[in-house]
């Protein structure tokens, strides 16, 4: 065998084969769920601890806030379920003390920057015994909740990890634990920020009006200074239009028999985020009917008085209560299914209109009509 192969072959022999995988550190985000809030909406921001291959017993965690812009409401731990304490400014928690430090920011006087502190451990005081510590690729330790303060819009809201210590006893900064309860080195995570946007755009006067071919109008006017991208209309919660910022009307086609009926308008701006703050006005559109059809076929016959019947004396549920209203006395009662079988077999009166083709009840009264189908 040649010098030059064997040499090959004993250097193939002695290496390992392939390369070691490289240690990762230990890396901690913070993710805001987005990048904007209204100030009607929570912020939520997870701690995510990114490549624990040795095990986490256990972590705090302090976080400094824009305490102009928010208020600390929670933090919702995850993967670690034993917190044993959480420090912060009311609602989150007690509360710290003024830092010691000369011209330093309190922590927890809504002004500045303030201060979260959260600490947990996998064992568990109360009962005297030890968890499991957690690892993996990826683990969500928990997720601070705050609250935009109210006209208190800001460009850009920043949180960060707190580098400041302010008392001796402690270290306040974030620390992770191993199992063994030695700090963990890890790569701190750059700060994050948020917007948060007091959008405005309330339209004023709001009026809905029912035209003579079913549909609804809605009208509205536009104060000064008015600041939208579209204007969105809600129907019963749902979104049916968007118009463009300078309209003031909207005719809904869809709405016949649909009953009482909420419409909402509210300006919309980048992003498709929605103002805070709508206008609402309601309208009762009544379902049209045929009178006597009480089982919704689109025929009077027999099977109506007995529908009302069971209705009266077993409770059975009926659709339309007009249409069992035989004489339109706006009451259901016995009364109502002998009318329809003296009309049907006695050669009785005919039923008041709506009866010879679908329409509305002429008469007002509480009975109501929450669905008819049948086409006459």
Known sequence: MPAMR??????????PWGDPAPSQDVELALEPHSSAVRICDDLAIDVIARNVTAGLSGYQLFLRFPADHFDALRFEPESVDATFFSVGPPPFGTGFAPCEAGGVDP???????????????VIRHDE??????????????GRFVFAPRAAASAEEAV?????EICWTFVEQTTLLFDA???????VAPPPVSTAVL????????????????EEVTLRWSLPLG????????????????DLPPQAASFVDSGAAGLGDITYEVIAVQGGGLESCRSALCRITLEMPFRRGDVTIDGAVNISDPVAALFHLFQATSIDCADAAD???????????????????FSSGQQPPEPFEAIGEDPTPDDLGCARYSARS
């Open 180 to 186: 063994q309860g030695e700090a963990i080195d890890f």
């Open 107 to 121: 922590w927890d006087d809504a002004a500045g920057e303030d201060v979260l502190a959260i600490a947990a451990t």
């Open 159 to 163: 949180f960060s990890l707190n580098e």
């Open 6 to 15: 064997r040499t090959q072959l004993l250097l193939a022999l002695l290496l």
């Open 128 to 141: 005297g015994a030890a968890g499991t510590p957690v690892a993996g690729d990826e683990v969500l330790l």
């Open 198 to 213: 007091d959008i405005q755009g309330l339209v004023e006067d709001l009026t809905c009006e029912r035209t003579e071919t």
């Open 226 to 241: 008015f600041d939208a991208e579209a204007i969105r209309v809600y129907r019963d919660g749902s979104p049916i239009e």
């Open 326 to 344: 035989f004489n339109d006395d706006g009451l259901l009662n016995i009364s109502d299914p002998i009318f329809g079988l003296n009309y049907l």
